[in-house]
């Protein structure tokens, strides 16, 4: 009888870290996903700039012209 200090706990296995959540590392380890999310986004991202084509030119200016490597040869009206 009494006031507790162990109770049960099943061992189970999760990605997020089971009951206690806690990892030692987690200021590093989210770190290092942000870094590879934004290198991964900017891959994909420099890439569509790359081929992003348009057949007929749009009627009002669109943000990716901006960045995109063939707006002047697909739009001959921008600037």
């Known amino acids: 009888m009494g006031g507790g200090g162990w109770y ?7 990605p997020a870290g089971g009951w206690w959540p806690t990892p030692v590392a987690w200021k590093r380890n989210t770190a ?5 999310i934004c290198v991964v986004s ?3 991202f420099k890439v569509s700039a790359e081929k ?5 030119p ?3 200016h ?10 002047k ?3 001959p009206s921008l600037p």
Do not use: T
């Open 52 to 56: 992003e084509r348009r057949p007929i």
């Open 32 to 36: 290092v996903c942000a870094f590879g």
């Open 8 to 14: 049960y706990v099943p061992k189970v296995w999760s």
């Open 42 to 44: 900017s891959l994909i």
């Open 58 to 60: 749009p009627y009002k």
């Open 62 to 71: 669109i943000p990716s012209q901006r960045w995109c490597k063939h707006a």
């Open 73 to 75: 040869e697909d739009d």
